[in-house]
């Protein structure tokens, strides 16, 4: 997370949320995002971050309800790091039950339901991509429980909201800074490695 938070990290959230190539702030703010079911425009708002829903997924989640009432039941404004791990987070409690229901829908898998739980829950719950799970060393491991215990440190938490500094408007939650800017650090997408580029960035042939 140091290197994460080095310059220019800042400017590349900055760059995530201005230039009109990357999602910004449509994954947070399009359409229709009540705290207690799913919508279309929630699945529109994850397709920005490159993933798609077939229609058995489309189905299981906004027909069959048994997302929408799993969701329901996890705290709407809470941070990963004041959550109470087996009471909010563990397989047993409401956010592990919603998770092992979305990933057991055909089609969905972890990254696309990570996605879909950092936009209903984008303080507690993080995006969790082969970036994410690589730059952050999580692998196989236990994500949320690992992040929770590094984020209960006051001082790294200070650091990735300064990441937001250059933001005009509200900033992100933490968890959305952390996603943001390592994404920008070590995507291998086109527009990832032009932007660091133009920022001076040393980015290796592929």
């Given at each position: 997370m140091r290197e994460i938070v080095e310059e220019p990290?800042?400017?590349l959230v900055a760059r995530y949320y201005s230039d009109e190539r990357?999602?910004?702030t449509l994954f947070d703010e399009f359409g229709e995002n009540p705290a207690?079911?799913?919508t279309a425009d929630?699945?529109?708002a994850a397709s920005l971050l490159d993933v798609r829903f077939g229609p058995e997924a489309v189905r299981a989640l906004l027909v069959d309800g048994i997302a929408d009432s799993l969701l329901a039941r996890i705290p709407g404004d809470l941070p990963i790091w004041a959550a109470d791990y087996d009471e909010v987070l563990s397989v047993n409690a409401p956010a592990g039950r919603l998770w092992a229901h979305l990933t057991d829908i055909p089609g969905v898998g972890g990254t696309r339901a990570s996605k879909l739980l950092a936009r209903k829950?984008?303080?507690l719950l993080p995006i969790l991509d082969s970036v994410i799970r690589e730059r952050l060393r999580l692998g196989n491991i236990d994500a949320w429980g690992a992040l929770r215990d590094v984020l209960v440190d006051e001082e790294i938490r200070s650091a990735l909201d300064g990441l937001a500094s250059k933001l005009d408007g509200p900033a992100p939650t933490t968890l959305r800074l952390l996603d943001v800017a390592t994404w920008?650090?070590?995507?291998?997408?086109d527009n990832a490695r032009s932007v660091r580029h133009d920022l001076g960035m040393a980015v290796q042939p592929r």
């Open positions: 990290g800042a400017e990357f999602a910004g207690d079911r799913m929630d699945l529109v829950r984008p303080a920008m650090r070590f995507s291998e997408s």
